[in-house]
């Protein structure tokens, strides 16, 4: 039977933990074959050997992504090792929690490096890969409820998903034209360790299976009219904060 994403190639970045493995997990068992990129070589190393026990593709690589040469690095790894790409999906990310006053121009830094300027690098170098190919593509950036909800205890979050999500959306007009599709995740506070759970009701934490399961929506043709877009999944983190 065909599945949503057969003949598809897919880069994860931050694919070796967590909500990242559950993305490239999920688009491994729809078919994608994944390059599993982290900056672990153990943990993307755990990560693509889960997934080919499951059946699915999928190669590692490890980079960090907030160095300048690493977009073009991690494209060229997905080239050589499966001839092109057509899912960039930026899930890698860091997550400062202090208070606004105590927060150091490092942890900014680091956070905007990670958060939002290694997601414009790979958009970019993916999107001209994708062009060059003449097959269109999808790139799916993970926002955060922080993208729109003020909390001061994490500034360099709220800025740095806020600006993910106007990336996304200035991006998708870019790419429009040529058949690439950006769109965006917010997910609310994730149940830890459910890449096989489904959360069961609206005022249940959203688990890594349901964004993953939105990865694979996004990814594939059932969203083919869909760009600039981005996907709320707050779960119980709704009833917590409201702004």
């Given at each position: 039977?065909?599945?949503?994403?057969?003949?598809?190639?897919?880069?994860?970045?931050?694919?070796?933990?967590?909500?990242?493995?559950?993305?490239?997990?999920?688009?491994?068992?729809?078919?994608?074959?994944?390059?599993?990129?982290?900056?672990?070589?153990?943990?993307?190393?755990?990560?693509?050997?889960?997934?080919?026990?499951?059946?699915?593709?999928?190669?590692?690589?490890?980079?960090?992504?907030?160095?300048?040469?690493?977009?073009?690095?991690?494209?060229?790894?997905?080239?050589?090792?499966?001839?092109?790409?057509?899912?960039?999906?930026?899930?890698?990310?860091?997550?400062?929690?202090?208070?606004?006053?105590?927060?150091?121009?490092?942890?900014?830094?680091?956070?905007?490096?990670?958060?939002?300027?290694a997601a414009f690098h790979l958009t970019q170098v993916a999107a001209r890969t994708m062009i060059?190919?003449?097959?269109?593509?999808?790139?799916?950036?993970?926002?955060?409820?922080?993208?729109?909800?003020?909390?001061?205890?994490?500034?360099?979050?709220?800025?740095?998903?806020?600006?993910?999500?106007?990336?996304?959306?200035?991006?998708?007009?870019?790419?429009?034209?040529?058949?690439?599709?950006?769109?965006?995740?917010?997910?609310?506070?994730?149940?830890?360790?459910?890449?096989?759970?489904?959360?069961?009701?609206?005022?249940?934490?959203?688990?890594?299976?349901?964004?993953?399961?939105?990865?694979?929506?996004?990814?594939?043709?059932?969203?083919?009219?869909?760009?600039?877009?981005?996907?709320?999944?707050?779960?119980?983190?709704?009833?917590?904060?409201?702004?």
């Open positions: 039977m065909e599945r949503l994403l057969d003949e598809k190639v897919a880069i994860v970045t931050g694919g070796g933990k967590e909500l990242g493995f559950a993305i490239a997990s999920g688009l491994a068992v729809d078919g994608a074959r994944v390059l599993v990129v982290s900056r672990s070589e153990e943990r993307a190393r755990i990560a693509v050997a889960k997934i080919r026990d499951a059946g699915g593709m999928a190669e590692p690589h490890v980079d960090d992504i907030t160095t300048p040469e690493a977009a073009a690095r991690i494209l060229r790894a997905a080239l050589e090792r499966f001839g092109g790409v057509d899912i960039l999906v930026n899930s890698a990310g860091i997550f400062v929690w202090k208070k606004f006053l105590d927060l150091t121009v490092e942890d900014w830094n680091q956070s905007i490096a990670t958060n939002l300027t060059e190919r003449e097959r269109g593509g999808s790139i799916i950036n993970i926002a955060s409820i922080h993208s729109f909800a003020a909390d001061p205890h994490v500034a360099a979050q709220c800025a740095s998903k806020a600006g993910l999500v106007g990336l996304t959306r200035a991006a998708a007009e870019a790419l429009r034209e040529f058949d690439i599709r950006v769109n965006a995740i917010a997910p609310g506070a994730i149940e830890p360790d459910s890449a096989t759970r489904r959360g069961e009701t609206p005022r249940a934490k959203v688990t890594q299976a349901d964004v993953a399961s939105l990865a694979i929506y996004l990814a594939s043709n059932l969203a083919r009219s869909i760009t600039g877009a981005t996907l709320e999944a707050y779960g119980s983190t709704r009833l917590v904060i409201r702004s």
